[in-house]
């Protein structure tokens, strides 16, 4: 596609609910990272894909939060149990192969609010 | 661990002014990356500009372009005949080439271009 896409764009859940929040990178681009956008923490790095692998999930919050990424391209971040503090905006980038420097495309974003 | 800070939460100036946005950061790597992003209120994150930490020539894109002065940690982004297009958030950004690339933003600076 022409860019990162992101749905849905706005979610809202109650307190306890699960939810799926997906990412569409760029064709072509085989690297994908996760960010999350809060008024109390600012932008932060949950995790990054390099094909269908994440070597790297150290920005993950908590165990609720695990993602997935199929066929080297749609990724999904889950978040179970929902809390009140997992409310934000959670970003998606990616780039074409996750080489030194490369600069990083974002989607437009799914702002989450729990309820 | 490496910190990047913003030190103007807001900036407003007149249509056509010029205007410059701070941003420092900490580390104790030789190799690394600096970015500008501007986020508008459609919450899409847009690089404005990079630069490799390597080249001593400061970066330029049209009317943006930035002061680095790397052994003060300074990378400041100029922005010149400012429209009113201009105004978003403006995130200053660090990327050490290792690993999972992951971007360490600042607070980001709100800037309001005034017609």
């Known amino acids: 596609g022409a860019g990162v896409s992101q749905s849905p764009s706005n979610k809202v859940t109650e307190k306890g609910k699960d939810v799926e929040l997906r990412c569409d990178p760029i064709s072509g681009h085989t690297a994908l990272y996760w960010y999350r956008q809060s008024l109390g923490q600012g932008l932060e790095f949950l995790i990054y894909?390099?094909?269908?692998?994440?070597?790297?999930k150290s920005g993950l919050p908590s165990d609720r939060f695990s993602a997935e990424r199929t066929g080297g391209s749609v990724s999904t971040l889950t978040i179970q149990r929902t809390q009140q503090e997992d409310s934000a905006v959670y970003l998606c980038?990616?780039?074409?192969?996750?080489?030194?420097?490369?600069?990083?495309?974002f989607g437009p974003g799914t702002r989450l609010l729990v309820l | 661990a490496q910190t990047v800070t913003q030190s103007q939460p807001e900036m407003s100036v007149q249509e056509a002014e010029t205007v410059t946005l701070s941003c420092t950061y900490d580390?104790?790597?030789?190799?690394?990356?600096l970015f500008w992003y501007k986020q508008p209120p459609s919450r899409q994150m847009i690089l404005v500009i990079r630069q490799e930490a390597y080249k001593q020539q400061n970066a330029t894109e049209n009317r943006f372009s930035v002061n680095f002065q790397k052994a003060a940690k300074s990378f400041s982004l100029k922005i010149s005949d400012s429209q009113l297009g201009d105004t978003a958030m403006y995130f200053c950004?660090?990327?050490?080439?290792?690993?999972?690339?992951?971007?360490?933003f600042g607070q980001g600076t709100r800037l309001t271009i005034n017609p």
């Open positions: 980038a990616s780039s074409l192969v996750g080489t030194a420097g490369e600069t990083q495309y």
């Open positions: 580390t104790s790597e030789n190799n690394y990356y």
């Open positions: 950004a660090f990327l050490i080439p290792q690993g999972a690339q992951k971007l360490v």
């Open positions: 894909f390099q094909g269908n692998s994440a070597p790297d």
